[in-house]
C-alpha cells in the first residue's frame, strides 16, 4: 500500500512537470540558443537521429576495458565485454565511457564510432580525475589547507595535462560541497566547512582543469562541479543520506560554490545522490530546472550520478525503472550514468507522449554541444595519442609540484618548545607507526590511475634529508586497526634507542572517500595503545597524522609536543613531509576544517550562530549552549597552523569606523615576525553582523592573505571591504544587506582574537 502510494504521487509530480515544461515559453527560448549554439553540420545529426540513437547520446557506461582500480570505485561491476560495448557504439547506443584504460583503448573505441556508426558522432571519454592522474597530488582537502587556490589551479593543470594524454576530455570533478559533518568520508574531496574558501578552491580547480586555451586544446577536460546539492549536508555525516535544510541555508551555504564553478566555466554538474527536504536531487525539478537553469541560466549538461536514476527506485521515489526515467529526465537530468535506464526506457516514453520529443532534443543538444565544444567534431581523436600518454605523466615537472603541493597542504598544530624542525645530523630519529614505511596508504582515496607503488614514502623521504641515512630507524609498532606480536616491545625498544621518535599514525586510504563515513573519529585503538607506551619513554615525540578528515586526538597523541596534520599528500608525500620536519621548508598550511574536542561534537563549524544562550568566554556555565564539560569552540579551529617564526598582530586600522552603501572600508593590521625563521602567515578577516532580521554566524570569512615575513620583519596587510560583502539571504529568500554595527578581527584562525574591532554599514 505505502509503495502504491509513492508511486502515485511521484506519477503526478512527473505529470506536472511534462506540463510545466510544455507550457514554459522560456523553454522554446532555451531550445533555440541550443541550436543556434551548434554548427549546421551538427544541429543536422538531431533530426537525422532516432529516437534510440538520441536516448544513446544520454547513456554513459563505465568502461569495460578498465583498470583494476577503476573496477573496485565502482560499486557495480560491470557484465559487458568489451565487444560487446563496441556494438553499443557502433549501434549509437552510447554516447561514451568513463574510468576507461588510457589512449589505445579509447583509439579502438573512437575508430568504431568514426568508421562504423551510422551518424559518425564522436565518443565521449570520461573519468574521476580527483586529485591527479598518474601524478598524484594532496587530496583536495590538504590543499584547500594552503589556503593558495593559485596551487590548486596548478594542480588541477597538471592533472587535465597528464590525463587529457590518455583520451579523457571530461572530469568529474572538482567536488565543491561544503562539509561540516567530520563524519563523513567524501570530506577529502572538498574544501572544507567555509563558503568563501569553497568558492575560491571551486574557481580555481575549473579554470586549472579546462585551462587558458580553449577547452579544444589537447591539454584541457571538462569540468563537472559536484554533486548538485548539498550532498555535504547528508544527516549524521552518514553517505548517501537524506538532507533537510532551509532553502536559505541552500542559498547561503550550499549554492556559492556551484555558483563560482560555473562562473568560472564549468559547463557540467552532477545531480547529487541524497535526497533533499524529501525530493531526491536526480529527480528534484526545483533544483535543476527552476534553480538551475531558469533562475541561473546555466545551459550546460546535467548528469547523474553512478547509477542515480536507478537509485529513484530503493528512495521510494519511482515505483520501476521506466518511472525513474522518466522523473530523472523530465526534472533535468540530461544524461544517465551507468544504469542504462535512459537508452532501454526513453524510447517508449517518447513514443507514448510522457517525454516531449523536443526536451529529448535539447538534451541532445546539450550533449552535442559539450562534444562541439571540446573539439570532438573537428577532431575525434584530439586527446587520444599513445605516444602522449607515456610522454607528459610524471613528468620532473609534475613530480616537483606534487612536492610542493604536499609540504604546502601540511598543517602544524603543535609545537611546545620549538622541538620542530628537527637537526639534519647528529640525532638518531626512530619512525614509529603503521605509516612509517611501505607504498600503502600514500596516494589517498579517490585515485583511479595513481599508484602507491609509484609514490614515495615517509621512510624514504627521511633517508634523503639526512647527512646519515643510517641515523633512522623505521619499525611499525601496530596495524591500522589491530595489535601486531611483539609490535609494541619492538617499538619501545626503537624509541630508547632514538634520540627524537616521529610517530607517523592516523587512518588508512579506505576510512576517507566515498562509503567510508565513521561513527567515532579517532585514532584507531591499536595506535592510541602503541602512542601511549611509545610516550612513556619519555622521549620527545613528533606526531604525523595520516588523515582524511578532522580528527579528536587526545591522551598521548593530544600531549605530543609537536603535531603535524599531513593528510593523504600524493605521490612525493614522504619527501614533502620530510621538508617540513627538517626546515627545509617552514610550515604554511590552515585547517580547512575545525578538529573538535571529543566526537559527537561533530558537526562542528566555526561559523555557527551563537543561540540565545551563549557560553562566552572562560568557564563553563550552567543552561549554556554547550556540551557536558566542553566549550562550543573547536580543539584546533578553522584557520589554525603554526609556522616556524613567531607572528604577532597588532595596530589594527578601521578608518572612521563607516562603511556607506556606495564606498568602501580598509582594514589593516600589521603582522610581524618576532621569531628567527621566516615564515608564511595566512592572515584571515572576519565579520559578525551583530544584529540582522535573520541570525547570524559569529564570525564569518570574508577575505585572508599568504603572506611572507623573514626573521624580524613586518608588514601592513590591507583588506577592502564594500557593502555587497555583507550579503545575505533575507526574510524574502533574496539576498539583501543590513545597515547596523559589525564586529571585527584580524587574526589567525577563525577562534582567535589577533585584532579586533568594529565598523558601522550606515
Known amino acids: 500500500?505505502?509503495?502504491?502510494?509513492?508511486?502515485?504521487?511521484?506519477?503526478?509530480?512527473?505529470?506536472?512537470?511534462?506540463?510545466?515544461?510544455?507550457?514554459?515559453?522560456?523553454?522554446?527560448?532555451?531550445?533555440?540558443?541550443?541550436?543556434?549554439?551548434?554548427?549546421?553540420?551538427?544541429?543536422?545529426?538531431?533530426?537525422?537521429?532516432?529516437?534510440?540513437?538520441?536516448?544513446?547520446?544520454?547513456?554513459?557506461?563505465?568502461?569495460?576495458?578498465a583498470g583494476g582500480a577503476a573496477n573496485a570505485l565502482n560499486p557495480i561491476a560491470a557484465t559487458a565485454s568489451f565487444d560487446e560495448q563496441l556494438a553499443e557504439v557502433k549501434a549509437g547506443r552510447l554516447t561514451g565511457v568513463f574510468n576507461g584504460n588510457g589512449a589505445t583503448m579509447a583509439r579502438r573505441m573512437q575508430t568504431v564510432a568514426m568508421r562504423d556508426q551510422r551518424l559518425k558522432i564522436p565518443l565521449l571519454f570520461a573519468a574521476d580525475i580527483i586529485h591527479g592522474f598518474r601524478t598524484v597530488f594532496p587530496m583536495p582537502l590538504a590543499e584547500a589547507g594552503?589556503?593558495?587556490?593559485?596551487?590548486?589551479?596548478?594542480?588541477?593543470?597538471?592533472?587535465?595535462?597528464?590525463?587529457?594524454?590518455?583520451?579523457?576530455?571530461?572530469?568529474?570533478?572538482?567536488m565543491v560541497d561544503i562539509a561540516r559533518d567530520q563524519r563523513w568520508g567524501r570530506g577529502i574531496e572538498g574544501a572544507g566547512e567555509d563558503v568563501l574558501l569553497g568558492r575560491m578552491m571551486a574557481d580555481a580547480r575549473v579554470r586549472g582543469f579546462q585551462g587558458k586555451r580553449g577547452l579544444t586544446a589537447d591539454d584541457a577536460v571538462m569540468s563537472c562541479a559536484k554533486h548538485f546539492a548539498a550532498y555535504g549536508a547528508g544527516e549524521a555525516g552518514l553517505d548517501y543520506n537524506s538532507v533537510d535544510v532551509s532553502e536559505r541555508t541552500l542559498r547561503d551555504v550550499y549554492f556559492p560554490p556551484f555558483q563560482a564553478a560555473f562562473a568560472a566555466g564549468s559547463g557540467t554538474t552532477m545531480a547529487a545522490f541524497n535526497d533533499l527536504s524529501g525530493v531526491p536531487a536526480t529527480a528534484n525539478p526545483w533544483l535543476l530546472d527552476t534553480v538551475l537553469r531558469d533562475e541561473w541560466k546555466f545551459d550546460g549538461l546535467v548528469v547523474s550520478d553512478y547509477t542515480g536514476d536507478m537509485e529513484l527506485i530503493d528512495h521510494g521515489?519511482?515505483?520501476?525503472?521506466?518511472?525513474?526515467?522518466?522523473?530523472?529526465?523530465?526534472?533535468?537530468?540530461?544524461?544517465?550514468?551507468?544504469?542504462?535506464?535512459?537508452?532501454?526506457?526513453?524510447?517508449?516514453?517518447?513514443?507514448?507522449?510522457?517525454?516531449?520529443?523536443?526536451?529529448?532534443?535539447?538534451?541532445?543538444?546539450?550533449?552535442?554541444?559539450?562534444?562541439?565544444?571540446?573539439?570532438?567534431?573537428?577532431?575525434?581523436?584530439?586527446?587520444?595519442?599513445?605516444?602522449?600518454?607515456t610522454t607528459r605523466v610524471r613528468t620532473k615537472a609534475h613530480l616537483a609540484l606534487a612536492r610542493e603541493a604536499g609540504r604546502r597542504s601540511i598543517v602544524m598544530l603543535k609545537n611546545d618548545g620549538d622541538l620542530l624542525p628537527l637537526p639534519r645530523s647528529g640525532k638518531r630519529i626512530a619512525l614509529i607507526g603503521p605509516f612509517a614505511s611501505g607504498q600503502q596508504n600514500l596516494i589517498g582515496p579517490w585515485n583511479v590511475y595513481g599508484s602507491d607503488a609509484d609514490a614515495v614514502d615517509l621512510l624514504t623521504g627521511v633517508r634523503a634529508a639526512l647527512a646519515d641515512p643510517s641515523l633512522v630507524t623505521a619499525t611499525a609498532g601496530s596495524g591500522v586497526d589491530a595489535a601486531l606480536p611483539g609490535g609494541i616491545e619492538a617499538a619501545v625498544a626503537a624509541a630508547q634507542a632514538a634520540d627524537i621518535v616521529v610517530l607517523s599514525i592516523g587512518e588508512s586510504q579506505d576510512m576517507s572517500g566515498e562509503a567510508q563515513s565513521r561513527t567515532d573519529i579517532v585514532v584507531p585503538a591499536a595506535q592510541v595503545a602503541l602512542a601511549e607506551a611509545v610516550a612513556a619513554t619519555g622521549k620527545?615525540?613528533?606526531?604525523?597524522?595520516?588523515?582524511?578528515?578532522?580528527?579528536?586526538?587526545?591522551?598521548?597523541?593530544?600531549?605530543?609536543?609537536?603535531?603535524?596534520?599531513?593528510?593523504?599528500?600524493?605521490?612525493?608525500?614522504?619527501?614533502?613531509?620530510?621538508?617540513?620536519?627538517?626546515?627545509?621548508?617552514?610550515?604554511?598550511?590552515?585547517?580547512?576544517?575545525?578538529?573538535?574536542?571529543?566526537?559527537?561534537?561533530?558537526?562542528?563549524?566555526?561559523?555557527?550562530?551563537?543561540?540565545?544562550?551563549?557560553?562566552?568566554?572562560?568557564?563553563?556555565?550552567?543552561?549554556?549552549?554547550?556540551?557536558?564539560?566542553?566549550?562550543n569552540t573547536a580543539a584546533f579551529p578553522f584557520g589554525h597552523g603554526l609556522t616556524y617564526g613567531r607572528i604577532d598582530y597588532s595596530a589594527l586600522g578601521v578608518g572612521d569606523g563607516r562603511l556607506t552603501a556606495s564606498g568602501a572600508l580598509t582594514v589593516t593590521a600589521t603582522i610581524a615576525n618576532r621569531g628567527t625563521r621566516a615564515a608564511e602567515e595566512v592572515v584571515q578577516l572576519y565579520i559578525q553582523d551583530v544584529t540582522a532580521s535573520i541570525t547570524r554566524p559569529?564570525?564569518?570569512?570574508?577575505?585572508?592573505?599568504?603572506?611572507?615575513?623573514?626573521?624580524?620583519?613586518?608588514?601592513?596587510?590591507?583588506?577592502?571591504?564594500?557593502?555587497?560583502?555583507?550579503?545575505?539571504?533575507?526574510?524574502?529568500?533574496?539576498?539583501?544587506?543590513?545597515?547596523?554595527?559589525?564586529?571585527?578581527?584580524?587574526?589567525?584562525?577563525?577562534?582567535?582574537e589577533g585584532v579586533a574591532g568594529e565598523f558601522t554599514l550606515v
Open 317 to 389: 521515489f519511482a515505483a520501476d525503472a521506466r518511472e525513474a526515467t522518466k522523473l530523472a529526465f523530465m526534472a533535468g537530468v540530461d544524461m544517465s550514468m551507468q544504469s542504462g535506464f535512459y537508452i532501454t526506457h526513453l524510447p517508449d516514453l517518447v513514443a507514448k507522449g510522457e517525454v516531449p520529443m523536443a526536451r529529448l532534443d535539447d538534451a541532445v543538444r546539450r550533449v552535442l554541444a559539450l562534444k562541439v565544444r571540446l573539439g570532438l567534431f573537428d577532431n575525434p581523436f584530439r586527446r587520444i595519442d599513445p605516444k602522449r600518454e
Open 1 to 65: 500500500m505505502t509503495e502504491q502510494r509513492i508511486s502515485r504521487r511521484a506519477l503526478m509530480i512527473g505529470g506536472a512537470v511534462v506540463t510545466a515544461w510544455a507550457s514554459n515559453p522560456a523553454r522554446a527560448l532555451l531550445a533555440q540558443a541550443g541550436t543556434n549554439a551548434l554548427p549546421a553540420s551538427v544541429e543536422a545529426l538531431v533530426a537525422q537521429m532516432t529516437v534510440e540513437e538520441k536516448a544513446g547520446q544520454l547513456t554513459l557506461m563505465a568502461a569495460t576495458w
Open 146 to 174: 594552503s589556503f593558495e587556490p593559485e596551487l590548486a589551479e596548478r594542480t588541477a593543470r597538471a592533472a587535465a595535462v597528464e590525463a587529457s594524454a590518455a583520451g579523457i576530455d571530461w572530469t568529474f570533478a572538482p
Open 698 to 752: 559569529v564570525r564569518q570569512l570574508m577575505a585572508f592573505r599568504k603572506i611572507r615575513l623573514a626573521p624580524g620583519a613586518q608588514q601592513t596587510v590591507s583588506f577592502t571591504l564594500r557593502r555587497d560583502d555583507l550579503t545575505f539571504i533575507g526574510l524574502d529568500l533574496k539576498p539583501t544587506v543590513e545597515p547596523g554595527r559589525f564586529r571585527l578581527w584580524v587574526a589567525p584562525s577563525a577562534e582567535a
Open 540 to 631: 620527545p615525540i613528533v606526531v604525523v597524522l595520516r588523515n582524511g578528515r578532522a580528527l579528536v586526538l587526545d591522551g598521548a597523541v593530544w600531549n605530543a609536543p609537536a603535531i603535524l596534520v599531513t593528510w593523504f599528500l600524493g605521490s612525493q608525500s614522504g619527501p614533502a613531509i620530510a621538508d617540513i620536519l627538517f626546515g627545509i621548508e617552514g610550515p604554511s598550511a590552515r585547517l580547512p576544517v575545525s578538529f573538535p574536542h571529543a566526537t559527537g561534537q561533530e558537526p562542528y563549524h566555526y561559523d555557527h550562530k551563537s543561540t540565545g544562550r551563549p557560553n562566552g568566554p572562560g568557564e563553563l556555565k550552567p543552561f549554556k549552549a554547550h556540551y557536558r564539560g566542553l566549550p
